[in-house]
């Protein structure tokens, strides 16, 4: 009698798991493409893609596109589009170098008055869309073609460079071994056992808040995996990390930035009014929410965190070029996508569009080391992007 419960509680825990699983597909299917687009590119490219210097390789080259990707969710969840983000990125890049080539201003003056100056163009693309209800393709489409125009002008077709070692540091510098070992870097990895701590206590903590209030949650035994192979996975990461020079600048920044924007997006009242502008954007207005305001912050958000890419992109080319930022809307976007973000707003999380960027990015470094040209990387990233809406659709049309 023992041994046949025991089976039965086996198979209704599988049951459960596969069950929770297919209702979750478009959450954690993601993170399983990651891992399986990672260990291909392992296989195919000899070890080389997670070497320590490709890994930090792979933090530095993407870091600009997460950065936008948070914004671009965020305005994608609310029911909107910026097609401008590439050129306000190389703009912001530009002007940086102009004001700290050729000007001579302080670096920190600089950094604070491109980050005003980012903040003031999502401002005004954002004014024109929620204000006078002018489309967001049209209005960041000008602003595209703008802001492009403006990157020419400020540098007169010529590149602008190099910058001083304290404004590269926003991009190629490290954090330190303040223990004093060096290699491994002990504080890499100290920082990596307290964020896996916190991810799972976190875990913890939703898991018992969700049976508090009778919300059916995943089964034990998936949550049990789900940790161990997060918990795994990062700290595989921060151990090779810690083998070269420690955690990047730019990938504490980033860390920092996907914690805010996550619980923003998540835990807060702001955060569920975007969903709901998204969602249904009369229904919203009706319910009493100030979906003009909203929209507006979403635009004004998006510049700030496009300026901050430039300065990055910038800062890591360690010169400002008039193509800078060129097409690279369109990887953000698809980032967005590929994470899980629906066309018609009101769906997305933050996680998932960092994951979907890292897929992006991933897919470019493991295609480049396997020596593909850029034609048919751009025709592959396509053909994954169109995959990843049909998938949208083919779920939309499956829950009705």
């Known amino acids: 009698m023992t041994d046949s419960a025991s089976k039965e509680n086996i198979q ?24 399986a687009i990672m260990l291909f590119f392992q296989v195919v490219t000899d070890g080389t893609l997670l070497r320590p210097v490709n890994i930090t390789n792979l933090f530095l080259q993407n870091s600009y596109i997460i950065i936008m990707a948070l914004g671009m969710l965020i305005v ?8 401008s983000v590439g050129s306000v990125m190389g703009f912001v890049g530009a002007l940086a170098a102009v004001m700290i080539v050729q000007w001579d201003w302080p670096v920190i003056g600089a950094i604070i008055a491109c980050l005003v100056t980012g903040t003031l163009i999502g401002a005004a693309q954002g004014y024109w869309v929620a204000y006078w209800k002018i489309p967001s393709f049209i209005v960041t489409l000008a602003g595209m073609l703008v802001f492009r125009g ?21 991009s190629t510098g490290f954090i330190p071994d303040f223990f004093g070992v060096g290699r491994p870097n002990v ?84 955060g569920r009014r975007i969903y709901a502008l998204g969602g249904n954007e009369k229904a919203a207005k009706l319910s009493g929410i100030p979906t003009e305001r909203l929209t507006f912050l979403t635009f004004l958000n998006m510049g ?9 992109f910038a800062a890591r080319l360690n010169t400002a070029t008039p193509k800078a930022g060129f097409a690279l809307e369109l990887d953000v ?10 066309m018609s707003g009101g769906v997305g999380k933050i996680i998932g569009a960092v994951v979907g960027a890292f897929i992006m990015g991933v897919m470019n470094n493991g295609m480049s ?16 992007l169109l995959a990843a809406v049909i998938f949208d659709v083919y779920n939309k049309q499956k829950q009705s």
Do not use: C
């Open 150 to 170: 403006l990157s020419l002008w400020l540098l007169a077709g010529q590149s602008v460079g190099p910058f001083p070692a304290s404004f590269q540091a926003l």
């Open 187 to 270: 504080f890499a990895l100290v920082v990596g056992a307290i964020a896996v701590a916190a991810i799972i206590w976190m875990g913890l903590r939703k898991r018992a808040q969700n049976r508090a209030y009778g919300i059916e949650d995943e089964p034990q035994a998936f949550f049990v995996a789900r940790n161990l192979i997060v918990a795994g996975a990062l700290m595989f990461l921060v151990y090779k990390l810690s083998t070269f020079r420690g955690l990047p600048n730019v990938l504490i920044t980033m860390g920092i930035l996907t914690i805010v924007y996550a619980f923003i997006t998540e835990r807060t009242t702001l």
């Open 369 to 384: 080391i396997m020596g593909i040209g850029i034609d048919y990387q751009q025709v592959i990233k396509g053909l994954v």
């Open 76 to 83: 994608i969840v609310g029911g909107n589009i910026d097609l």
């Open 333 to 342: 976007i698809a980032a967005v996508f590929i994470g899980g973000a629906s």
């Open 12 to 35: 209704s825990e599988e049951r459960s798991v596969l069950e929770y699983l297919g209702s979750h597909m478009r959450e954690y299917g993601l993170l399983f493409a990651l891992i």
């Open 304 to 312: 700030f965190l496009a300026a901050l890419a430039g300065l990055i």
